[in-house]
């Protein structure tokens, strides 16, 4: 089957834009989670959902940044006025239940300019 | 608190070699534990985990993992490394009935042929 996907792989952004980074996990799974990398360094927590509640969103690192699954299936991760420290890879990954492997989507890597 | 580390920055190997990737963790309780793969401009991969049972776990690509509960140590081994095997390579643990992956900082292999 199909596994995790993410859309757009690339997105370059001019400092202030809004930008929409799209994760559709493997069907079925209940949990679903954002991460953010560093070049070379391990995911960093960003936000959880179970189902289509949020569960946690400890980890965003600022108000600009909001995520959504609305209907329990995709999600979406938004970040309002982007700013040059937001450049980095978003991952996405989704699991059968919360406490289970992690299967990671390839990522969007954002730059923001 | 819960952590997982990884003593090596960078393990070097030569192609035909066995090859171990040391993690050790420190938790209260009993952790699912997991090793994950990403090569570059990937995703990451999951390759395999232990939850309870037998201390030798096998998992994708000809790898394996052996728990020792007495050294808090979850350490990945290959009997003979291939070139195709270099990439950065990340230990994780969960509790149960959590969901919050808590990862160690990663671990570069190098193949050499």
Redesign the interface.
């Known amino acids: 089957g199909a596994g995790?996907s993410q859309s757009p792989r690339y997105k370059v952004a001019k400092r202030g834009q809004d930008v929409a980074l799209r994760c559709d996990p493997i069907s079925g799974h209940v949990?679903l989670?954002w991460y953010q990398q560093a070049l070379?360094?391990?995911?960093e927590?960003l936000t959880?959902f179970?189902n289509e509640a949020q569960?946690?969103k400890s980890g965003l690192p600022s108000d600009r940044f909001f995520a959504e699954r609305p209907e329990g299936s995709v999600s979406t991760l938004k970040i309002q006025r982007t700013q040059q420290e937001d450049s980095a890879v978003y991952?996405c990954?989704s699991s059968l239940v919360?406490?289970d492997?992690?299967?990671?989507?390839?990522?969007t890597r954002l730059t923001v300019t | 608190a819960q952590s997982v580390a990884q003593p090596e920055d960078q393990v070097n190997v030569a192609e035909g070699n066995p090859l171990t990737v040391k993690c050790t963790y420190s938790v209260s309780g009993n952790p699912y534990l997991f090793w994950y793969v990403q090569y570059p401009n990937r995703g990451l991969q999951f390759l395999l985990k232990y939850i309870t049972g037998d201390n030798l776990v096998k998992g994708s690509y000809g790898f394996e993992a052996e728990f020792n509960k007495s050294q808090t140590s979850f350490h990945l081994k290959k009997p003979s490394a291939l070139v195709s095997d270099s990439a950065l390579y990340f230990c994780a643990l969960v509790m149960d009935s959590n969901y919050q992956l808590i990862w160690g900082a990663g671990t570069k292999l190098i193949i050499k042929p």
């Not at chain 1, 070379?40 to 995911?43: D, F, V």
């Open positions: 995790v949990s989670f070379g360094q391990g995911p927590f959880y179970q569960l946690d991952l990954a919360e406490a492997e992690q299967y990671f989507g390839p990522g």
